[in-house]
């Protein structure tokens, strides 16, 4: 089996710092209509809020229109099984439940938060849920202890008219059911002949195997095993939902069940299944070590004693995760778009299939990109699709849509199916596809090495560390050797054999040449060589610029310690530009994604000036796989108001008429113009043929300014100023940047150095 050796790529303190800051925990609310000003308010709230209420008081279904009912899902839980940690406590599953919450907006755009239920009594948890339950358009219960699951799940469901789904049980079944279908298809094995054994008879165990029965496989084939064995006919102390799945069976162990099985589920506890259980099972073993954290087995345990299985887990850093994130947040899309009843039989079985064809399927480059660079193709190591896969959004849910519908559980049908799946497309996050995208794009190409020039700042040293884990290139540490490992043990690093270089400037074989080199650059410029020869050793950006441009690295970050410009005169001492220099940032908002120019070089470009930051600009966004749009922005409309700023704008597009450039400009407009088609009616001569995505600013402090405001107010998500232009790539965080934001930026870094990113 190709690539288990992935490593978890964060510390605990990684972990604890992701869901500190910047603030603590992973969801937050946002408004979706605007409250400005007093006829807002009157609207949304008294006196215009009673038409609504009196509406919905007629006709209860009518909260699907005038509230978020229909995009809701709860995500709640009382912690009595948070993944296979046991039961730690309602508030101590709120991590997961948030993880949950986020889950569902990311993957499929659904709305969601979490509720944490203090009591373990099932009627009380019941009553509360009930009571609550009309508030949102499905529920989603979550890591809640076998049997009471059972009762709360079904009792739920029949006292309210929406999906109750119980993620642990029917989740977890439909994806293993799913990977269970391709593994046979890859082995041969047939699903009627097929001898399975279960570890673990609770929420997950049950239902998986439940659902494995109702597509093919035999009663009869399997055995069911909890903590006190094998559960066999006539067990004493077996509860009426493992005896509905107690077979007749000669075995008492799950080390006798597993001779000769063909397939065993995990759905237990770490470590339940040993290498020797492994060992003795039929040829082609189909094993799925499901328990989470840490599976049953790990995938390197088996790969010790057999080359002939197909191996999966629920975690994401080994091939073949089976989790059941691959399946709420695609069912509740589904299921909330035809506002369904319920989730039932079919709506999982359509869901299973669906995602078993998906996997069957060609996967296409930026998918297998995003996957580590890994060639993706139908196999022991591809058997259902990757959580990243972005085709998930728009082919599961019309399969799940269509069964309710079928079915008759579908309050809303859905009439036009194709355009379903138009409007599903549109669903994505852009600044997760555009990051994975762009990831996959540094993973795939040839390893880069990146100096990080702050080497010795904590946070510095733990994005070298993440950067190195994400399998992005070799990251190189400057600075002294003794301090970072003491900082990197502080931070609870071990860099040992990772791969990540630290170089100490003063004592680097290279010292001698960068001063020489230096030296005949600057020697003209008013630099003696002492002045040089001190640069190289104390200054790490003089250094690691030298670095990049002697070949002994492909791109640098830096910029954590000192601001931007004092750093950028340093750089462009040792690097020269290419053709023009500017600073871009990338803004998404709204399922946009904008790239804005000039917003860190040139203060108040001249015409000529803008229109090569409209090339520089457009040819970047080409390299990021997009097709460019450039709007010039004004506060003028085509000569209307008349000025000088406007007349450069204007200027500038005489000058690309003139050059013949490849791509779509329009220019002087206000944002509105730029951004909406629909708005351009009085302009007929206007030459973009969409919304503009490559936006240049007529000035720096615009350009700065505007998009700070759309970041603090619109919610917009603001990458960089990335800087594009130099010979060779360096990238300048802003003052006290975070480890994620040095991560993107040294990912940039390196992209820039090569990568190409598919549309
Ligand atoms: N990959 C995925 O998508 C998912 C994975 N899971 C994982 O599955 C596991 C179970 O979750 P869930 O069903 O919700 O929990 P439950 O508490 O409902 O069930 C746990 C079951 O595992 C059994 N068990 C525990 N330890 C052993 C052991 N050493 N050998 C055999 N059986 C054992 C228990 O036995 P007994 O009945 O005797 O107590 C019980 O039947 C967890 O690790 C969870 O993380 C869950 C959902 C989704
Ligand atoms: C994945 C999941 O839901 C669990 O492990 O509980
Ligand atoms: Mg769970």
Redesign the pocket.
């Known amino acids: 089996m190709a690539d288990l050796t992935d490593k978890q790529t964060f510390s605990d303190e990684d972990a604890l710092e992701f869901h500190r800051s910047p603030t603590p925990g992973k969801i937050s609310m946002a408004p979706t209509k605007p409250m400005a000003t007093q006829r807002d308010l009157s609207l949304a709230y008294s006196p215009g809020v009673a038409i609504p209420v009196l509406a919905i008081a007629a006709d209860v279904d009518k909260a699907y229109d005038y509230t978020s009912k229909g995009n809701l899902v709860a995500v709640i839980s009382n912690g009595?099984?948070?993944?296979?940690?046991?039961?730690l406590g309602h508030m101590a599953s709120k991590p997961v439940m948030e993880g949950k919450a986020v889950l569902f907006k990311r993957f499929a755009d659904v709305d969601s938060f979490d509720v944490e239920v203090k009591t373990t009594d099932p009627d009380e948890f019941i009553t509360v849920v009930k009571n609550i339950g009309d508030t949102w358009g499905g529920i989603n219960l979550e890591?809640?202890?076998?049997?009471e699951?059972f009762v709360i799940e079904s009792e739920l469901q029949d006292l309210l008219d929406i999906p109750v789904f119980h993620?642990?049980?029917h989740?977890?079944a439909i994806?293993?059911t799913a990977g269970l279908i391709n593994a046979c298809h890859i082995t041969g094995k047939k699903l009627e002949d097929i001898k399975v054994v279960l570890?673990?008879?609770?929420?997950?165990?049950?239902?998986s195997i439940g659902l494995m029965k109702a597509v093919g496989v035999r009663a009869e084939n399997t055995v069911i095993?909890?903590?006190?064995?094998v559960i066999y006919k006539g067990r004493d102390n077996v509860d009426q939902w493992?005896a509905a799945h107690a077979t007749d069976t000669p075995h008492r162990t799950?080390a006798e069940a597993m001779v000769g099985a063909d397939v065993v589920l995990?759905?237990?506890?770490?470590?339940?299944?040993t290498k020797e259980m492994v060992a003795s099972m039929a040829p082609n073993p189909i094993i799925?070590a499901?328990?989470?954290?840490?599976p049953?087995i790990t995938p390197e345990d088996v790969a010790s004693v057999r080359s002939d299985a197909i191996m999966a887990?629920?975690?994401s850093d080994y091939v073949n995760?089976?989790?059941?994130?691959?399946?709420f947040p695609y069912i509740f899309r589904g299921a909330l778009d035809v506002r369904a009843r319920r989730v039932n039989h079919e709506m999982k079985v359509a869901c299973a299939q669906a995602l078993a064809a998906l996997a069957r399927e060609d996967v296409p480059d930026e998918v297998a990109m995003a996957y580590r660079g890994r060639k993706l193709r139908f196999g022991p190591d591809y058997i259902i699709p990757s959580p990243f896969d972005p085709r998930l959004i728009w082919y599961i849910p019309p399969f799940v849509a269509q069964a309710a519908m079928d079915t008759g559980v579908a309050r809303k049908p859905i009439e036009d199916m194709d355009a379903y799946r138009t409007e599903l497309r549109s669903r994505l996050d852009p600044s997760a596809a555009l990051m994975q995208n762009i990831s996959g794009a540094v993973r795939a190409a040839p390893n880069k090495r990146v100096v990080f020039a702050e080497g010795e700042e904590t946070a510095v040293i733990r994005a070298a560390w993440g950067f190195k884990q994400a399998e992005l290139g070799t990251p190189i540490l400057l600075g002294r050797e003794d301090l970072i490992r003491q900082n990197a043990a502080e931070a609870g690093l071990i860099f040992d054999d990772m791969g990540i270089e630290i170089v100490n400037a003063r004592v680097s074989e290279h010292n001698a040449d960068y001063t020489d080199w230096l030296y005949a650059r600057l020697q003209r410029r008013g630099y003696l060589r002492r002045d040089v020869q001190r640069m190289i050793n104390q200054d790490r950006n003089y250094f690691g610029a030298a670095m990049v441009a002697r070949g002994q690295a492909d791109a640098m970050v830096t910029g954590v310690t000192r601001n931007f410009n004092m750093v950028l005169k340093e750089v462009r001492r040792v690097l020269d530009v290419k053709n023009r220099m500017i600073g871009m940032s990338i803004l998404l908002a709204k399922g946009r994604t904008l790239f804005v120019a000039d917003t860190s070089i040139h203060e108040l470009p001249n015409a000529e000036e803008l229109a090569e930051i409209a090339i520089q600009a457009a040819e970047t966004v080409r390299k990021l796989g997009k097709t460019p749009r450039v709007a010039f922005l004004s506060y003028s409309t085509f000569g209307n108001p008349p000025g000088d700023r406007g007349e450069k704008v204007r200027e500038a597009i005489r000058i690309l008429d003139a050059r013949g450039v490849d791509f779509e400009y329009e220019g002087e407009m206000p944002p509105e113009l730029a951004l909406d088609p629909d708005a351009r009616a009085a302009y007929p001569f206007m030459r973009l043929t969409g919304h503009a995505n490559v936006l240049v600013m007529p000035a720096i402090h615009s350009a700065s300014i505007s998009t700070r405001l759309v970041q603090q107010l619109g919610g917009a998500t603001v990458i960089g100023p990335l800087l594009v232009g130099l010979e060779k790539s360096v990238q300048i965080v802003s003052l006290g940047a975070s480890v994620s934001e040095i991560i993107t930026a040294a990912t940039f870094a390196a992209y820039d150095e090569g990568a190409v990113a598919e549309g």
């Open positions: 009595t099984a948070i993944l296979g940690l046991g039961n890591d809640i202890k076998s049997p699951c993620d642990d049980q989740g977890t994806i293993s570890a673990g008879a609770g929420a997950a165990g049950l239902s095993v909890d903590r006190d064995g493992k799950l995990g759905l237990s506890a770490k470590g339940a299944i799925f499901m328990a989470n954290p840490d049953e887990t629920g975690r995760q089976v989790n059941n994130v691959l399946g």
